[in-house]
Nanobody
């Protein structure tokens, strides 16, 4: 079992920045992928960005150039630096952890962009 704890959501004006963090604990294998999904009201959950334990990253086209995902393997923590935020980024952001064919989810953190 893997437990995820997220932090860093909040309210910011358009053009602002936020940094999300997610710490994993429990039965963690060396090879895994950590990432972020988001779900806006009345929309399906969508992938935002992911990073493997080897450092390979993947981004949704809507956030390329604005968001940066990184991780600290020693701390089993993944970060999402979000810049140039726009109202369309408003959503609940969920941390995701994948290993040996299983998915684990954080509780979600609200990100709201509004003037």
């Amino acid at each position: 079992q893997v437990h995820l704890v997220e932090s860093g959501g909040g309210f910011v004006q358009p053009g602002g920045s936020l940094r999300l963090s997610c710490a994993a604990s429990g039965n963690i294998f060396r090879i895994n992928t950590m990432g972020w999904y988001r779900q806006a009201p009345d929309k399906s959950r969508e992938s935002v960005a992911s990073i493997t334990s080897g450092g390979t990253t993947n981004y949704d086209d809507s956030v390329k150039g604005r968001f940066t995902i990184s991780r600290d393997n020693a701390k089993n923590t993944v970060y999402l630096q979000m810049s140039n935020l726009i109202p369309e980024d408003t959503a609940v952001y969920y941390c995701n952890f994948k290993q040996v064919g299983r998915d684990y989810w954080g509780q979600g953190t609200q990100v709201t962009i509004s003037s």
